[in-house]
């Protein structure tokens, strides 16, 4: 019975330290869907470009914020972390830095589409 509640404690601890380090990066938001080239005017390009390089941009900050919070991680788990335990961690975190990376350039993908569209109506 002592050492379950022991490991409760630990368990509470341990997340009341690691909560703060998780809560400060946020998956930035997606941006909506780029108007049709073939219709947009040339305001509603623009703003889509602007919100897709927005989007690309706070995702690198993501990144950047994600390899922060890897090793806080790490340093938290202190000197008993076994390299299974860091290796989870860093797996997990780069899944989330490929996941943004992934929905980044499918954004701009969808973008370059239609902004050839938009280049082909202009001629």
């Known amino acids: 019975m002592k050492a379950a509640k022991k490991f409760c404690l630990a368990?509470?601890?341990t997340l009341g330290f690691a909560a703060p380090v998780l809560a400060d990066?946020?998956?930035?938001?997606?941006?909506?869907?780029?108007?049709?080239?073939?219709?947009a005017t040339q305001e509603e390009m623009v703003a889509a470009m602007r919100a897709s390089r927005q989007f690309d941009a706070?995702?690198?900050?993501?990144?950047?914020?994600?390899?922060?919070?890897t090793e806080s991680m790490i340093a938290a788990?202190?000197?008993?972390?076994?390299?299974?335990?860091?290796?989870?961690?860093?797996a997990k975190q780069d899944t989330k830095a490929?996941?943004?990376?992934?929905?980044?350039t499918k954004v701009a993908e969808a973008f370059n589409v239609e902004l050839r569209a938009f280049k082909a109506k202009a001629k």
Not at 58 to 69: I, P, S
Not at 98 to 104: C, F, P, S, W
Request: aromatic share 4%; charged share 25%; with cysteine.
């Open 11 to 13: 368990a509470l601890l």
């Open 98 to 104: 490929n996941d943004a990376y992934q929905t980044a």
């Open 58 to 69: 706070d995702v690198k900050t993501y990144q950047a914020c994600l390899n922060t919070e």
């Open 77 to 90: 788990l202190g000197d008993k972390a076994t390299d299974t335990d860091i290796a989870r961690v860093k």
């Open 25 to 39: 990066c946020v998956l930035p938001k997606k941006p909506s869907a780029p108007p049709s080239g073939a219709k």
